[in-house]
Structure formats: C-alpha cells, structure tokens
C-alpha cells in the first residue's frame, strides 16, 4: 500500500505531463479588478487579431543587475567595464527547458516556429492570433473596454489562465491585463505663450548674477525665453566642443505620430546654432513608425526634443527613433489590429542593435498604477540591460507634481484603481523604474522648483540602495505625519535630478513657440549627460552608462559636487501643496541641475577622493 500511493502522484503528474498541453489543467496566472476610468462594452470581434508577447523567464537576471551596479559604482574596480551585447543576452535567456515546453504548448494550439518571433535574448515570444484562438489558448474572453474620458477602446481582458506546469516558465502574457492607453502614454509638453506676447527684456538689460554659471553670469533674457545659448551660460558649458570623430552618438525616442522636422530643424539651427546648418541626424522607423516631414505634420514633442538635444551636442552624431504603436483598437474596424505598449517594440529593436547612443531621452510616461506589475518589472529589467551596456537613459518625471497638478482637494483626481479609490499619490512609468535616470523641473533665473515638476514615490519597485542616503535624509526632514498614507516611502523615489523646463524656444510648422514641460529637461539634461561622455571619451574612458549610483554617490560623499541644489518652490497635486524643494535630494528637483564644468572634472578625473573611511558607494 506504501508503494502505491508513494508512486501514485508521480503517475499521476507524468500522465498529466503527457497531455497536449491544450489539454492541461489551467490555472489562474493574473487577475485584476476593472480599472478604474473603463467600461466593459461588446465581447472582442473572434477575428480581431492581437500580437501576444510571451516572456519567458531570465535565466540570470539578478547576475546582470549584479554586473550592472559594478559597473556603475564610481568606487567599484570594475566602473565602467561595461558588458557586450552577447554578454548580456547570454544573461537573460530562457532555460531550454522553458522555451521546449512554451513551444510544446504553442505547437498543440497549431503556432509553430514558422509563426512566431523572438527578442534578441530569446526571452520574448511574439505570436499574432485573433481573439478566438487567444481566448481558447489563455481560458479567458476578450472584451472591447472604452475609456470613459477619451472614448479610447482597446480589446482586453481582466484575467487569464495558463496550463498549471507553464506557470513557472511564463511570466507574462500581453495584451491581456494591461490598461494603460497609448493616449497616455503622452508627451508631457505643452505649449506656452507665443514670443511674440512676451515682454522684450532691453537689449542692455544687465545680466543675472549666478556664481555656478559660466562667469558666474546668465543673460537677462534666459527669465523669459530658454535658448540653447541659456543652457550653456546657466549650467555652465559655454566654450566645451564635443567631438564627432570619437564614437559618442546621442539618442531620442518618438512614439504617437510624433514626427521631427528638418525643416523646422533648420530654422531652430538658423536662429540659435548657425554652425551647424545643413546638418541632420539619422531617424530609424520601428513596428511601423513613420517619418513625414510635411511641415503640418511636425510634432511639438519631436522637434523640442531633437533641437535642444542635438543641438546642445553639435557634432555629435544623432539618432531619432520613431516608434508605431497608435492607434487603439477601434470596434467599427474589422482589420484593426490590436497594440502593446510601445517601450517593449523599442526595447526590442534597440537591443538587437551592435552600437547603440550612449545617451538617450523620452519624454513619454504612463501612470505607474495602469502598468501590470509583472510588465513593469519586465520592461524595467530591459532598461537595465541597456544600462549594462553603457546607455544613459533619461526619462521626464511627469507633469503633474505629486499626481494631478491639482492643489484644490474638491478638484483632485489621484484615486487607486483597485477597487478602493483611495486618494493617492500617483507617479509615473518608467520614470520609477530604478534603472533610468527621471528628470524633473526648474524654472527662473536664479532657478527654482517648477510647480509641475513631477515627483513622489513608486508603489511598485522598492528604493533601491543607492537612494538610501539621500532619501532617508528627506524623509527624517519631513514632519511626523505628514502626507501620512498618501505616498510610500519605502518606495523608489524620483525625480533623480533637474533641469530647465520653461519657455523653451522651439521652431514648430514652421514658427518660433515657447514649449515647457519635463519634456524640456530630460533632452536637455541628456544633452549635457552626452557632452560628459563626449569629454570621456576622448581620453580613452568608457561612456558613463547607468547614472543613478554615480548621481547619489555624488550628494552622498561630495556634499552635491557637480550639481546646483534648488531650494526653493514645491509640486503641489492631488488636494495638497505636494513636497517641498530642500536642501539636498527632494522629490521636486532630485540632487539638483548640472554644472558641466564641475561634472567633467570629477568624470574625468579620479573618484577615489569622494570616497568616505566607510567605503564606497
């Protein structure tokens, strides 16, 4: 008797093994309440076809976040020995026996290798389907959900199932759970007054006095327009020329139509760079993108982004990227095919990519709480793989302060969408992924926190240990109780650092306007990011890759040396007056804004002497 029922489970799991995997017992692999803002209307069409992204496992993951944080620790021996792309591929592939057994379960549902397609690591299998094989493959029924604010519809589910034995081989499957809108995955620009409204500064109006400026001077004007000359002159950069002959490139991405002009380009270069007429960068089309330079067609976020960027950085080669992935699902169209979130196509493409720019900017976010916590991690982890490479990421913060922008309590709209709609602090992804650098807001001469600069603290990832001094410092400084429930501080915090983010100059169809959002300061701190990587480079040091553990190690052991600390001005949002600017990182304005002068020094030189009797960071 003994014998039997010792033997009678493994029977039992190898018949139930030996079942098609159709034909398995399913499990529930997620499930998620109805977000908060949808409304379930008809069942998805069976013939509407959806691109499933299946991610398997990464074998190594915490073995390359492991080489990541080595190799961007200033006091580490190995800073800077960045991995090869086939080093980091070898880290996060699948186990074979995960992708045997994925491929066993798409063979038995009749999708065979001839049907699918893989991410460079092997860690994505990307398969189209329609709705009706979808629904029998993950036990589940699609649903055509409309947003109720936007009228948006997008063809998803609330849960899923897969068969028991995959669920340890499959972390996720999308677009299942997912209802973040494209719609939202939004510029954080908007425009400002027109130049021609805004009161001329005299011609010899004497300059502002700003000791960490280059002269310790910034021209009268920069109070009310932002040039790249301004830039220059306030973080302190006047004179520095990057090569264009020693292998630094500077990247910008595009999503939403969002297309850069060169005509426009032109005319920003005529009006604030003319060295560098005639001049462009290369632009590549990803899942679709398009590049129309019909001048009506420029998009505000494109051209802000790509003229301040490529500009601050002439003649460092440049790269556009623009990626398809709008519109939604729309119900009167029987051949539209249905859309992921578009980071995963970027992601996709540019880590297949040999050489990639050591610096990169977006200026797109999605709120934090409408991103699936498992897609979240996985994109995160392909940020990471990014950063192991030796890429800067850069990412705006947001413009909502610490959610909405909204200091009146009657107006605010910062609620969960977990069935509680409990008042909340709300931020953003992928700004609070840890392995990208968010760039908040300044504004004025002398600078101060910009009201909208986006800040607060992730529910989802952890803070990670290079924030711990900096933000345990803020927190203590934080009277008992205060915002008490509404934030997280164990949370990972942002922004990391700041930058202008008012009144920029910008030509757009064809007219000079004034554009302002965190969408201005994360080209623009990308832009001095890759002028520090051009100066590294050319004494034979590697690019500064992953920033962050440099950036805190900075305020911890050199009191912020290389930054400007801004001290004043606060986010207000969600019914409250949000942080408050301080001395030190603060979820306003992180560590600060550059001083490119003081930032070249020390990238340059030797880290040793910021190092504490404690050791590194």
């Known amino acids: 008797m003994w014998m039997l029922s010792a033997w009678l489970p493994l029977v039992l799991a190898t018949a139930a093994a030996a079942l098609p995997s159709k034909d398995a017992v399913h499990k529930v692999k997620e499930s998620i309440l109805p977000p908060r803002g949808w409304t379930q209307s008809s069942p998805a069409p069976a013939d509407h076809v959806i691109e499933l992204r299946i991610a398997l496992p990464q074998s190594n993951f915490e073995q390359l976040e492991k080489h990541l944080y080595e190799v961007s620790d200033p006091f580490h021996e190995r800073y800077g020995d960045h991995l090869t792309k086939e080093e980091v591929e070898a880290l996060v592939a699948p186990h074979d026996e995960s992708v045997h057994l994925v491929n066993e379960w798409l063979a038995s549902h009749g999708l065979y290798e001839e049907h699918l397609s893989r991410s460079p690591a092997r860690d994505w299998v990307i398969v189209k389907v329609p709705v009706s094989l979808a629904e029998e493959m993950l036990r589940t029924d699609y649903h055509v959900w409309t947003h ?20 340890e081989h499959i972390e996720l499957i999308q677009p299942t759970t997912m209802f973040s809108r494209l719609r939202s995955l939004r510029s954080t620009f908007h425009f400002e007054q027109e130049p021609s409204s805004i009161v001329e500064v005299a011609a010899d109006a004497p300059p502002i006095s700003v000791p960490s400026a280059s002269g310790g001077k910034v021209d009268a004007s920069c109070n009310t327009t932002i040039t790249l000359t301004c830039l220059r002159q306030l973080y302190n950069a006047v004179g520095f020329v990057p090569s264009a002959k020693n292998g630094n490139q500077i990247g910008i991405t595009g999503y939403l139509e969002e297309f850069a002009n060169i005509q426009d380009l032109q005319s920003f270069y005529a009006d604030q760079l003319p060295a560098a007429a005639n001049t462009s960068f290369k632009t590549f089309l990803i899942n679709g ?122 107006l605010q709209q910062c609620f969960t969408n977990d069935g509680r709609n409990a008042t909340r602090f709300l931020t953003g992804f992928p700004p609070t992924c840890p392995f990208v650098t968010a760039v908040g807001g300044t504004f004025h001469v002398p600078e101060t926190a910009v009201p909208f600069s986006g800040g607060g603290f992730s529910d989802v990832f952890p803070r990670p240990a290079y924030q711990d001094f900096a933000v345990s410092k803020f927190l203590k400084g934080l009277a008992p109780g205060t915002y008490a429930g509404l934030f997280n501080p164990n949370g990972r915090a942002i922004p990391d650092v700041s930058a202008q983010a008012s009144s920029f100059r910008v030509f757009f169809q064809g007219q000079p306007v004034l554009i302002g959002g965190t969408s201005a300061s994360s080209p623009a701190f990308a832009g001095f990011v890759s002028l520090l990587n051009s100066a590294r480079l050319s ?11 440099l ?18 001005g606060n986010n207000p949002g969600c019914g409250t007056p949000g942080f408050n600017a301080t001395e030190g990182w603060d979820p306003v304005t992180g560590v600060g804004t550059p001083n490119f002068e003081k930032l070249k ?17």
């Open 148 to 167: 109720v604010s936007s009228g948006d519809a997008i063809v998803r589910t609330t849960a899923y199932s897969l068969p028991e034995h995959l669920h």
């Open 551 to 568: 950036l805190y190690a900075l305020d911890e052991f050199a009191h912020s040396a290389g930054f400007n600390d801004i001290t004043t």
């Open 289 to 410: 993108g398009l590049n129309s330079q019909n001048i009506s067609e420029a998009g505000g976020e494109a051209n802000l982004d790509t003229q301040f960027a490529f500009g601050l950085t002439f003649p460092t080669p440049a790269t556009f990227y623009s990626t398809g992935g709008r519109p939604p699902f729309i119900p009167d169209n029987g051949n539209q095919e249905n859309t992921n979130e578009p980071y995963s196509k970027w992601l996709d493409f540019v880590l297949d990519q040999k050489t990639i720019p050591q610096s990169i900017s977006t200026s797109y976010a999605d709120g934090e709480q409408t991103v699936p916590l498992p897609f979240a991690k996985r994109v995160c982890a392909g940020f990471a793989q990014l950063g192991a490479r030796g890429v800067s990421l850069m990412f705006s913060s947001g413009d909502g302060g610490v959610g909405d922008g909204e200091e009146d309590p009657a």
């Open 601 to 617: 020094a020390i990238v340059t030189g030797d880290f040793a002497h910021f190092r504490r009797d404690t050791g590194g960071v």
């Open 539 to 549: 004494q034979g040091l590697p690019p500064l890759g992953f920033l962050n553990p």
